[in-house]
């Protein structure tokens, strides 16, 4: 019996494209299939605990009672270990890899460059995580504002007018006040703070 193959090698995004390509009805059904597939997979369960777009979508087409099964007998292989640095026990439990990550949110791989010198950038339907999590939008939780852009996306989306960008052009895209950025950081250094009042008592 041959051993699987990696779970990082089973997703890739969704392919390369061409430097003018746009996208069709046809191109976001195929996006849409391939997503909704991958949720409804064992694998599903780890998109739920993941934050911004992807946590969305997820809950879009993942039974929420799925999260009290867990984790995975994967685990070990791509889950996120949580350690404090000084304990015997560290606790586990099941994350998506870069490859999941990238599936989920619709991005293509495009040539930039030459025969000679390739190159490429990525564009996606969806800002990925980390991207989402340096916005102005962002204040560490799933706000008002943060479903209402959701909405508003998938809506310009299922019309067939939606533009795809790169993880710079999703920073110039989405203009939200940037006191709510200010506001999450005051928040941080706030739970930092008294975290390290109460560690230190």
């Known amino acids: 019996m041959e051993p699987k193959p990696p779970l990082a090698d089973r997703f890739s995004g969704l392919g390369y494209r061409h430097p003018d390509y746009k996208p069709t009805a046809v191109d976001h059904g195929v996006y849409?299939?391939?997503?909704?597939r991958f949720l409804r997979s064992p694998r599903g369960r780890a998109a739920l605990f993941a934050s911004g777009v992807v946590g969305c979508l997820a809950r879009l087409v993942v039974?929420?009672?799925l999260a009290s099964l867990g984790p995975s007998g994967e685990v070990f292989e791509t889950g996120a270990r949580f350690w404090d640095g000084r304990s015997l026990t560290a606790y586990w439990d099941d994350a998506l890899t870069d490859q999941e990550i990238e599936l989920?949110?619709?991005?293509?791989?495009?040539?930039?460059?030459?025969?000679?010198?390739?190159?490429?950038?990525?564009?996606?339907?969806?800002?990925?995580?980390?991207?989402?999590?340096t916005l102005g939008l962002n204040m560490g939780w799933w706000s008002p504002d943060c479903e209402r852009w959701f909405q508003q996306r998938l809506l310009i989306i299922k019309s067939g007018n939606a533009k795809l960008h790169t993880q710079k052009q999703w920073k110039r895209t989405i203009k939200f006040f940037q006191k709510s950025r200010q506001v999450a950081i005051a928040n941080e250094k706030a739970a930092a703070q008294f975290l390290t009042s109460v560690l230190h008592t």
């Open 32 to 36: 849409e299939m391939l997503w909704e």
């Open 63 to 65: 039974d929420e009672d």
């Open 104 to 133: 989920i949110c619709g991005v293509y791989k495009i040539a930039t460059g030459t025969t000679d010198d390739p190159q490429t950038t990525k564009i996606s339907w969806w800002p990925k995580p980390i991207t989402f999590s």
